[in-house]
T-cell receptor
Framework: AQSVTQPDIHITVSEGASLELRCNYS??????LFWYVQSPGQGLQLLLK??????LVQGIKGFEAEFKRSQSSFNLRKPSVHWSDAAEYFC?????????????FGTGTRLKVLA | DTEVTQTPKHLVMGMTNKKSLKCEQH?????MYWYKQKAKKPPELMFV???????INESVPSRFSPECPNSSLLNLHLHALQPEDSALYLC????????????FGPGTRLTVT
């Protein structure tokens, strides 16, 4: 069955430190890949997406993600975290299953930023 | 403009009430979605509309009734809800139902008393 795994439920980093959030998927073909961020009580904001082509994609707010086919991964990175980055981060996979296009979300990673 | 708007922001309703949630987008998107999100969980898909027609109903109880009056508007009618229906209800839209990114609204925080 298709699935998206975010192995880290919580991550804490100091402001200014680098960040990497992990995402692995299980799907036979290369799916469409997304990262979203959600602040408390808010909707989801699209950070970046991967459909095809260059495996390193740039997003908003200084985020980037790298698609690695061999590892079925799409990890999110940021070189220097700001306190405002504290939020919940969801990896999502867009794929066609049973003739229907759907999102499958990971369980999320909650990021805490220490001043 | 990549904005999806939702009203109201907060809603408290009793189990015998009837209320509606509203979602609007003006991006020309032809697919719209309702999701339910419980605390500390990812969004769960409820309904998908494509070109104003309901295309997916993820076995949602009939006390939730979606409606798509036109390509910009999506409603979710609520009736006889249960306390366990309390959640953040998110609306999203995408260019169409093919493999495109979805844009989410800020959500309606629903509390059923």
């Amino acid at each position: 069955a298709q699935s998206v795994t975010q192995p880290d439920i919580h991550i804490t980093v100091s402001e200014g430190a680098s960040l990497e959030l992990r995402c692995n998927y299980s799907y036979g073909a290369t799916p469409y890949l997304f990262w979203y961020v959600q602040s408390p009580g808010q909707g989801l904001q699209l950070l970046l997406k991967y459909f095809s082509g260059d495996t390193l994609v740039q997003g908003i707010k200084g985020f980037e993600a790298e698609f690695k086919r061999s590892q079925s991964s799409f990890n999110l990175r940021k070189p220097s975290v700001h306190w405002s980055d504290a939020a919940e981060y969801f990896c999502a996979v867009g794929l066609v299953t049973s003739g229907t296009y759907k999102y499958i979300f990971g369980t999320g990673t909650r990021l805490k930023v220490l001043a | 403009d990549t904005e999806v708007t939702q009203t109201p922001k907060h809603l408290v309703m009793g189990m015998t009430n009837k209320k509606s949630l509203k979602c609007e987008q003006h991006m020309g998107h032809r697919a719209m979605y309702w999701y339910k999100q419980k605390a500390k969980k990812p969004p769960e898909l409820m309904f998908v509309y494509s070109y104003e027609k309901l295309s997916i109903n993820e076995s949602v109880p009939s006390r939730f009734s979606p409606e798509c009056p036109n390509s910009s508007l999506l409603n979710l009618h609520l009736h006889a809800l249960q306390p366990e229906d309390s959640a953040l209800y998110l609306c999203a839209s995408s260019r169409d139902r093919a493999a495109h990114e979805q844009y989410f609204g800020p959500g309606t925080r629903l509390t059923v008393t």
